[in-house]
């Protein structure tokens, strides 16, 4: 069963446009975290959130976490054509095994 | 390249057959995770070894099996292949948990059972 659920699942924007991407989950967790993913690719690792954490800056990528909602967001500013990937939330639980739990993924087109 | 090494890229074969994946981590990383992707399915773990050591399991049929070598590279054996089990498959790995940096992935194995 998939841990993150990532909304919305699709979006297309304008070159230069903000894209906000949310990620709620269900278990309490260590750390989340944020990969992308080009077509038919290996996941990127993108940022890291611990849960004591609130809020973590990467270039032109922002996260936030709320640990009372257990949910997340990803914001790309200024987005590029080159952004066009997949994006996927990745919860790891502070309960049970080892092991990172991917969400369904956000699709995002930036068009030029 | 992201210091993770998958082998083969692509492997097609027939239902039945029995195929071995293999993944090298990146130098230094002692935790080793499988995914399978599918487009139905999304990005479901696996199997998890930490130096040698089997750590976690996931969503692993009882026809696949994996294991984690003194070098720590990895395998991951997928036997009586079935069409459902065409997907991509990944390797990852990590420092303890990946708390620090999150995980590395490999470029994936597609595999293709007709």
């Known amino acids: 069963s998939q841990q993150g659920e990532e909304d919305p699942q699709a979006l297309s924007i304008q070159e230069g446009e903000n894209a906000t991407m949310n990620c709620s989950y269900k278990?309490?967790?260590?750390?989340l975290q944020w990969y992308r993913q080009n077509s038919g690719r290996g996941l990127v690792h993108l940022i890291l959130i611990r849960s004591n954490e609130r809020e973590k800056h990467s270039g032109r990528l922002r996260v936030t976490l709320d640990t009372s909602k257990k949910s997340s967001s990803l914001l790309i500013t200024a987005s590029r054509a080159a952004d066009t990937a997949s994006y996927f939330c990745?919860?790891?639980?502070?309960?049970?095994?080892?092991?990172?739990?991917f969400g369904q993924g956000t699709r995002l087109t930036i068009n030029p | 390249d992201s210091g993770v090494t998958q082998t083969p890229k692509h492997l097609i074969t027939a239902t039945g057959q029995r195929v071995t994946l293999r993944c090298s981590p990146r130098?230094?990383?002692?935790?080793v995770y499988w995914y399978q992707q599918s487009l139905d399915q999304g990005l479901q773990f696996l199997i998890q070894y930490y130096n040698g050591e089997e750590r976690a399991k996931g969503n692993i049929l009882e026809r696949f099996s994996a294991q984690q070598f003194p070098d720590l590279h990895s395998e991951l054996n997928l036997s009586s292949l079935e069409l459902g089990d065409s997907a991509l498959y990944f390797c990852?790995?990590?420092?303890?948990?990946?708390?620090?940096?999150?995980?590395?992935f490999g470029s994936g194995t597609r595999l293709t059972v007709v």
């Open positions: 130098s230094g990383d002692l935790s």
């Open positions: 278990t309490s967790i260590n750390n």
């Open positions: 990852a790995s990590s420092d303890y948990r990946g708390r620090n940096y999150g995980y590395t």
């Open positions: 990745a919860t790891d639980s502070a309960q049970g095994a080892q092991k990172l739990v």
